[in-house]
């Protein structure tokens, strides 16, 4: 076999390693947003409020006119109304946006050091 197939088997099975490893990284995160579903299950505004403060995406303060309406909520509870007020929506988004970027940075990590170690390895040898 030549060295570029072996090169080519290293880097794939990487890849498979790191497909796993987001995989079970994206597991452990399911089991968290079960909990945020069965809290938000009524789909009352007062828990949208809470996990809003819990999560500490802003204070109460933000909360203190939740129901509008609006024509693109991102915590409707029926057609055209939501239970947040502008300044809520913008937060969630940035706060989802914040926690992907972590992720993705987070699983870039890993396979950085992956591929690092691979290659300190592959140039010993």
Not at 7 to 13: D, R
Not at 97 to 106: G, I
């Amino acid at each position: 076999m030549s060295r570029f197939s072996v090169v080519m088997c290293f880097v794939y099975g990487l890849l498979v390693l790191c497909i796993a490893a987001a995989d079970a990284r994206a597991t452990e995160n399911i089991s968290e947003s079960v909990t945020d579903q069965n809290l938000l299950a009524n789909n009352s505004c007062e828990d949208v409020r809470q996990v809003y403060v819990e999560k500490n995406i802003g204070t109460e303060k933000d909360t203190s006119d939740m129901t509008h309406e609006d024509e693109t909520p991102l915590c409707s509870t029926s057609w055209n109304s939501s239970c947040c007020t502008p300044t809520m929506e913008r937060r969630y988004s940035e706060a989802s946006k914040k926690e992907f970027q972590n992720m993705l940075q987070s699983s870039n990590a890993f396979l950085q050091s992956i591929l690092a170690s691979s290659a300190t390895k592959f140039k010993g040898k």
